[in-house]
């Protein structure tokens, strides 16, 4: 007995990433896995199907998922994916429920059980399978390089006979784990770093990594860890004391995030013009619509003598490193799942309650958690759904 696992190629457009690497073949078979993958997924990854022990390759998509027990992906699949599952399969992938209506009814549909990464507790105990993190600190690093790209000039203090040059201001607004991680980047690189955020506890961590902490005295904790949004009032404030520092950076990078809202808005246009010339914006919240108010999501945008870098899924462009992280954050959420070559769905297990997002015919949702809890007791009997394998 084995758990027929398959891994799909990725369709979406700019998609590099795969949700297996070959580093995690070797624990996922010991966990009792079968695996297959569909031909090339690991192209765009510079992983080719030969360096992938022990995993059948098949180039028919429709044939790789339709034995599969469980399909891994790194974007949402495509519908015809999910009507070629097993009813009742298991599906391990970002998803983001709230821009995926259609699929998500198609799950239900099909009674697939899905587990939406997006959706890990940010509890220690999941670390490991917290692909948000993992993706998040590879942007974050990356934001400086393109910013530095950008740049026409250098980031660390340079002295030749000549004399000498620099160091590059660098600011980081949102210091969460991206934000966090350019920040110790740009150090390492010889910048002037200082960070912001609108959660206190923020400022301990940016001095801990040699920048320095923009205080504003405004204190958005939001729930979980998260920041909400601010008061018109609190904006004011904080308008009035980092304005300075967003006209004196060479390079600003900025990742604010509101969980369930567009970005917010950090940097108005009056800001931007008061710049320095050749100043730099890399806005990795462009997904969510930009921290800026002149961001163009996907492209790069002059703005006077300023560049607006706002590249979409930035992990991507990184797809050896950020698939080798993604996939063993994958692996160590299957590890829960997967024992004796079977695969058994605890749903007195946090992580496995809290990421599931759709279980037999139901959703788990946001609003109702507690309702559509699958272990919930006048639902069912079992708090164990053990999953029949090939
Ligand atoms: N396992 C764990 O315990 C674990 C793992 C990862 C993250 N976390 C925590 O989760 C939280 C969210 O991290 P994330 O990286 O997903 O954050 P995020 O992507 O939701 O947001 C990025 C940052 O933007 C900040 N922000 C929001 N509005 C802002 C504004 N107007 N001005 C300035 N900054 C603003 C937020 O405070 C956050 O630090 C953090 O508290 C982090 O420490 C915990």
Known sequence: MYVNVAVL??????????????????????????????????AAATLDDAAFKDVVSISDRTELVSDADVVLAVQPPALDVIDAMKVGGILISFIYANKEPALVQRL???KI?????????????????????????LAGYYAVQLG???LARVLPKITSAAGAIGPAKVLVMGLGVAGLEAVATAHRLGAVVEGYDVRPE??????????????????A?????????????????????????????DLIITTAAIPGRPSPKLISTSQVTGMKAGAVIVDLSAEGGGNCEDTRPGETARIGHVMIVAPLNVPSLLAQDASEL?????????SLMMKDNIVTLNWDDEVLAKTVLTHAGKLHSDKSEHEAYPSNKADKTTTKTTVKAA
């Not at 369709?11 to 010991?30: D, M, Q, Y």
């Open 108 to 110: 239900l549909d099909r």
């Open 148 to 150: 530095a790209t950008h």
């Open 221 to 249: 904790r939001g729930k979980g860890g998260y920041a909400r949004e601010l008061t018109a009032a609190e904006k004011a404030k904080i308008g009035a004391v980092v304005t300075k520092h967003i006209q004196q950076a």
């Open 326 to 334: 993604y996939a063993k954050n994958v692996a160590a959420l299957l």
């Open 113 to 137: 059980t899905c587990f939406a990464m997006e959706r890990v507790p940010r509890i220690t105990r999941a670390q490991a399978m917290d692909a948000l993190s993992s993706q998040s600190a």
């Open 9 to 42: 190629k990725e369709t979406h457009p700019h998609e590099r990433r795969i949700a297996l690497v070959p580093s995690v073949v070797g624990k996922l078979v010991k966990l009792g896995a079968k695996l297959h993958m569909q031909s090339g997924a690991g």
């Open 202 to 219: 923020t400022a301990e961590q940016v001095v801990s990594l040699g920048a320095t902490f923009v205080e504003t005295d405004v204190d």
